[in-house]
């Protein structure tokens, strides 16, 4: 862990490509959001939520898009995304993963036949199998566990009571967050004569480069075959991926969410928390789920759907505007009903 | 693991100032389910659902509302909050948390530089990194793990597994079930070209004091600043609280429900089980929010929400029902086009 | 793990007690799903989504059921249930669960007063504690934790990070998935004075034989008696049982879904992925309830249920159907009144 080098508002302006409004020489040591900062923050408006806290903040330097009018007082550095502009930023204060000692410490138990890369880590009580290979630089924080043949690329960061299950396969550079599950035995059972018999699940777990996953997701193996995580995909906390699912590229899924076995997600998809998909369906590129959403069926690309079932998102509006109309509906339906009984053509 | 005490029926009704009805020479010596009670045992009459068992319940003394008949052979003790009753008596029985000796353990790993208050224990495999602090009789249960510069205060209790991250700060008296995760790293990516580059969670999580944090459940640490549960707030399984949530004193979470990024939760605050709230949203003391409801918007003070989108209860109830009888008012319609078509003013 | 040994087709016919049609001598190696298959590999046709794939498998031999028409090339055995003979086959080519030395490794840490039966294995790191008793062949994976006086039957198998809390108790054949919660504490708190006050959780979990429980799922311990888990269910990742939850045999409650407290679930029953039950409910044998379904009140056996609140199926369908052309009745609506308020009896 470094410390965090002072910045002076000109190079912050400098590094994001942004426009500078005010004082080029402001110094910040840290960043802090626009209602906690202080004197010496630099701090950020992305969220129009926010725009009200503008007048209060004390920050010293902000992040902020070209239309938002900003105090005299607050040097601007102006940005279409100020999102974006943030992340470039705080790599520059950004501490890094928590530091584990390359090598394998006295009390972790490494098979002697695992093989660890250049600077490869095992921390305090972490455990790899037989035959597992991890890559140059990859970690595997305390309490992790690495099994048989489990195969792990380069500059993997596992934080603490991580789990890869054996024969699973990680590509560079991929993160877990504590207890993430990896290669749990997917939920398969033949109901015969009236009991579940264990189908075997013999498959596999393979995570492509770039891949983050939540702390204590699951990501089961496939029954047979691969359970895949396409390059550059990130899963949030508390997430369930069942066996067989196929997930494409730098797609994302929030918190909570699940999908069912072998279902195929394209990239560019994006799940809102809580959300489920069905088994066996195909979900296309760039399809956006919203939060809570049950989508049952096929979705074709680009598509935005919500709602249970799930639908496309205008229509699902429109239907929900209707029910909350639904009760003065069935008010005016009494009210012809009672017209006509009365023998009246006319408006009351 | 004491052996809980005999006590007489007297000393119970003293116990919870509560009015005695019938011999107070009874002893009991444990506390059971009425279904499941016993000679001997003391049992509870809180929800309405279990007064058919009253007849046939075999428990020697009973905790019971001031209203309800009870049957001649049953000793009771009339309160009119019997949950809270058996909370004040529930503590002669219980064994209290599972014991780990002070000190500690031979196969923990504790960094120099960790500060221990007075009995303070750290079990078997648990790891203490650098700077971090335990408070006076703080106890980290086996294969905890306290992260770098985090402080936990006095008479903490965490179960086996349980991940406090780094520079992360809980009260007194907070006690985490088996593996949970507090200082994960929230889910913050810029998208840009295409691909999620990775935001630093370089904040904290900073947790009050007399809070509980259920098995598996998620607390993230924030972006910049702090992720907020305040004193009191008892948190169930499984829940997600995302990165610079802020929660007030005294709420409950109830299992599996989330709440996303930079929500702000009230005091005395309600989520029912798998509840889920949307981000950057305020949601005002007193708020009860139904299982399952899906939270998008701001909910002010005291109001009961339920469905998705939550909207008021009473309104949710409303458009429910009239949902159910949608067929029948869609059948209803489809009569008056008929009787206009006929050219009949008349009722059928 | 023992190397699959080849299998000829007719050797898979006999064991499935299938239809052969084509080369009895064709050899097979290993098991592959239809899509990824290639020669020497068994597959099988369960799901009619994958019917089209049927021409273009390059697999050598399929279980497959009697009415499909298959390519001439492929080896077919016909069987009513492929996914049943599948489980069959799959036993063959099943490395088993992974393997964890008899005895207890010399980084665990067992109580002298524990028991262990013949063959059982404690793993590296793992912690059995005061008076646990574990049966013949039982294993504790890498981290686990058996509480004071918990007791496991025969042949159950833990995978890493598993945690069994005090006094829990499983029968034979139990399959705990990595970091599988049991024993944690009921959610159960007295709301006095503004502040929840904790009720202390002194009963236990008894799980019965055959019963498997997903990776990172929970099942808290009772307030007072047992949480039960029937012999033979199954239980997916991520799922949350309450307090005091008592479920019969041979149900499967599908991944993220969850249980409140005290309710009551019968035998052969099956809930969907994120489906929620509420508290002090009964559930009657053979209900199946629908993925995210929210079931607020008791369920008469044989029924199921979908949509929140849940109710029978069909009715949930016809008021789903109804919803979706609830825009297009309201526009009905508003010409029945037009043509009132017009004083015309006609159709337009």
């Known amino acids: ?16 490509e942004g426009v500078l409004e005010g004082d080029p020489d402001v110094v910040v040591r840290a960043v802090a959001g626009i209602e906690e900062a202080g004197p010496g923050d630099l701090t950020f408006l992305a969220h129009p939520r926010y725009r009200a806290a503008l007048d209060e903040t004390r920050a010293s330097v902000i992040l902020v898009p070209p239309d938002v009018p900003c105090p005299a007082a607050l040097t601007a550095v102006r940005v279409a995304d100020p999102y974006g502009a943030l992340q470039r930023v705080l790599g520059w204060f950004d501490p890094g993963f928590p530091g584990v000692a390359p090598g394998v410490h006295r009390t972790a138990v490494v098979d002697p036949s695992a093989e660890l890369g250049p600077d490869a880590a095992v921390g305090p009580h972490a455990v790899v199998e037989a035959g597992a290979r991890l890559g140059a630089r990859t970690c595997v924080g305390v309490g992790g566990y690495i099994g048989e043949a489990a195969e792990l690329g380069e500059d993997c960061y596992l934080y603490p009571h991580a789990y890869v299950g054996r024969r699973c396969v990680l590509g560079d550079r991929v993160v877990l967050q504590p207890a993430a599950v990896i290669g749990s035995d997917g939920f398969g059972y033949a109901f015969v004569d009236g009991r579940y018999r264990r189908i075997p699940q013999i498959g596999i777990v393979v995570i492509g480069d770039d891949v983050e996953i939540g702390a204590n997701a699951c990501i089961d193996r496939a029954t047979l075959g691969v359970t895949r995580i396409g390059r550059g995909t990130k899963i949030d906390n508390l997430v369930q991926v069942a066996h067989n699912v196929a997930i494409a590229e730098d ?61 496309p998102h205008h229509e699902a509006m429109r239907a ?10 069935a008010r005016r339906v009494r009210a012809l009903e009672k017209g006509r009984r009365d023998g009246s053509g006319e408006a009351p």
Chains 1, 2, 3 share one sequence.
């Open 1 to 16: 862990m470094t410390a965090p080098r002072e910045r002076k508002a000109g190079e912050v302006a400098d590094h994001v």
């Open 251 to 311: 797609s994302a899924l929030a918190a909570q969410s699940g999908v069912a076995g072998s279902t195929r997600i394209g990239k560019h998809v994006r799940l809102g928390g809580q959300a489920g998909l069905a088994g066996h369906i195909r979900v296309g590129d760039g399809v956006q789920v919203g939060a809570q959403a049950g989508v049952i069926g096929d979705v074709p690309p680009g598509v935005t759907v919500s709602g249970y079932p799930a639908r």
């Open 320 to 329: 929900e505007a209707a029910l909350r109309r639904l009760p003065d509906l």
